[in-house]
């Protein structure tokens, strides 16, 4: 019986979490990098497994560092301009990534998890170090 209810519990909470998905926005205000950071996020809320993160055309930091464990999974990424570079721990996409302007560097590994569509808008550019599947 705690077999099953423990399996019921795992498989909901995967379907939960296109649900309970926020949109989290990169600010970049705090002295480090990283992800984990809450004064790096607007509404210095930092994101969960699951959320869509959004990194704006103008913000004070460049430069992030995923500090999750690696391979957490995240639904989506999203660039509207600027020239990011983002470094760290290898993390999951379920939902792709959207380049709206700029030169982007992710310098670590993205697992897709399932069919998804990068899109890149003319005039803008992404370098990805490695994609795997899952």
Do not use: C
């Amino acid at each position: 019986m705690h077999r099953i209810t423990l399996i019921l519990i795992l498989i909901l909470s995967g379907l939960l979490t296109d649900v309970y998905s926020a949109t989290r926005t990169w600010a970049g205000a705090s002295i480090d990098a990283n992800w984990q950071t809450v004064n790096n996020w607007r509404e210095n809320i930092a994101p969960v497994a699951g959320d869509d993160l959004v990194f704006p055309e103008a913000d004070s930091q460049s430069s992030s560092n995923n500090d999750f464990s690696p391979i957490t999974v995240f639904r989506s990424i999203t660039f509207e301009g600027g020239t990011y570079n983002i470094g760290g721990n290898p993390f999951g996409l379920t939902d792709g990534l959207t380049v709206s302007g700029g030169a982007q560097g992710i310098n670590t590994t993205i697992i897709l998890k399932g069919a998804q569509t990068f899109s890149v808008e003319q005039r803008s550019t992404i370098m990805i170090a490695a994609v795997s599947f899952w």
